[in-house]
């Protein structure tokens, strides 16, 4: 089922768990995919829409829905519910779902409640809606998962997505550049700049690929990718400049506070936390303890970055 | 007596700063010329009844207050759409 993507391998297990129960069934519970942006929970699903086989044969269509855009109950059940869903097989993803309107969270809860027959029959105004879920399967993804509703994070079967390890990555790249030959050791250090990031890796293949039209060649060396590296400012562990400028001010001022970087960076103290902080502290380049502090591995790679000047 | 000075002086204070003080008005004078380099001729600009009443000895007679439906206005969903994308896997 999962032939074309590469990792996530718990992933796929239990995706092809629910595809084989389908199959006997009718039914798919309702799942929650969880993980941060870029890591395939919407190529997964797909396949896994495409796994299960409506009554006519064909596989089952699946809607994407951005949720942030449903803005209340009428939105979905006059634009998406009626014309699209109602009396079709079809399965419903809610992508972000942590954006979903309060009242329609608050239906879902009652909609979702279906521990004894996979019918449900919702009122709303003047309309009942049949919610045959034999015929409807009801996916959701979040990239905040603290931020949906607790009771209808209960309902739902949590998936979590991981970050790719290096191999995985590598394989990425290199399948969408089969014609490019690569030297020994440059694709782990393309994907150790690709932070775990399977959209990421994907995009690095495509500028390697730019890269290598545009000097005619099919051969791929530490050269080469030193040369790309400096053109686009590729830093190692794919660090932002946000995040080098963080680390560069631990350097300097030596243990500080998120206030003290808040107001040297002009940024909001949020907003380095999230958009920061957390890497920095996933690769152990920065550490926490009263005050904020640059590790001996962050020192490295800043040293890194300042002498080979990305 | 006395009793009767304090609470008098109390009103006073109270009374300060109570509504438009005596005299004083929000309008100001703009000669029309000056108006008209903004607006054209056409444009109706307010004016109030006192100054139509003892400049130009109009007196308007008061009207019962319409409710005026803006049809113009947005509702709620006219212009919001939900945003989809329909996959239907076929060959």
Do not use: A, F, V, Y
């Given at each position: 089922m999962f032939d074309n993507l590469i990792g996530q391998p718990e992933i796929k297990r239990q995706l092809e768990f629910y595809s084989t129960a389908y199959q006997k069934t009718s039914v798919v519970p309702f799942l929650l995919l969880n993980g941060a942006?870029?890591?395939?929970k919407t190529e997964f699903l797909k396949q896994f829409s495409k796994s299960l086989t409506n009554e006519d044969g064909k596989p089952r269509p699946m809607l994407e829905l951005n949720?942030?855009?449903?803005?209340?109950n009428q939105m979905f059940f006059e634009q998406i519910f009626m014309p699209i869903v109602q009396n079709n097989e079809i399965t419903l993803f809610f992508d972000e779902a942590h954006a979903l309107p309060k009242d329609l969270v608050m239906a879902f809860l009652s909609i979702l409640n279906t521990e004894r027959t996979p019918f449900k029959e919702f009122n709303w105004r003047e309309y009942t809606f049949q919610f045959d879920f034999t015929k409807i399967s009801m996916i959701f993804a979040t990239t905040?998962?603290?931020?949906?509703f607790p009771p209808l994070k209960d309902r739902l079967t949590i998936l979590d997505f991981k970050p790719y390890k290096t191999d995985e990555i590598s394989e990425i790249i290199k399948g969408r550049l089969r014609d490019v030959d690569f030297e020994d050791g440059v694709l782990a250090e393309i994907a150790s700049?690709?932070?775990?990031n399977a959209r990421s890796a994907v995009k690095r293949a495509k500028e390697i690929e730019t890269f290598c039209e545009t000097q005619n060649s099919t051969t791929f060396f530490k050269e080469e990718w030193k040369e790309l590296r400096q053109i686009l400012g590729i830093k190692p562990l794919g660090l932002t400049n946000t995040e080098v400028q963080v680390l560069e001010i631990l350097k300097e001022r030596g243990p500080s506070t998120l206030q003290t970087i808040a107001a040297v960076t002009g940024m909001s103290r949020t907003a380095i936390q999230r958009d920061a902080e957390l890497y920095l502290l996933q690769r152990g380049l920065m550490k926490i303890d009263g005050t904020r502090e640059i590790t001996k591995a962050g020192m490295l790679t800043l040293n890194e970055i300042t002498e080979k000047g990305f | 007596m006395e009793n009767n000075i304090a609470s008098a002086a109390a009103n006073e204070t109270l009374k300060?700063?109570?509504?438009?003080?005596?005299?004083?008005?929000?309008f100001e004078h703009v000669q029309i010329k000056h108006l008209l380099t903004f607006l054209s001729e056409e444009a109706s600009i307010p004016v109030s009844k006192l100054w139509m009443r003892d400049t130009l000895g109009v007196i308007i007679a008061a009207r019962p207050i319409q409710v005026i439906q803006n049809d113009n206005a947005p509702s709620e969903q006219t212009e919001e759409k939900v945003q989809f994308a329909l996959n239907t896997f076929e060959e």
């Open positions: 942006k870029g890591l395939g949720s942030s855009t449903i803005k209340n905040e998962l603290d931020k949906l700049t690709t932070r775990g | 300060r700063g109570r509504g438009r003080p005596s005299g004083s008005n929000s």
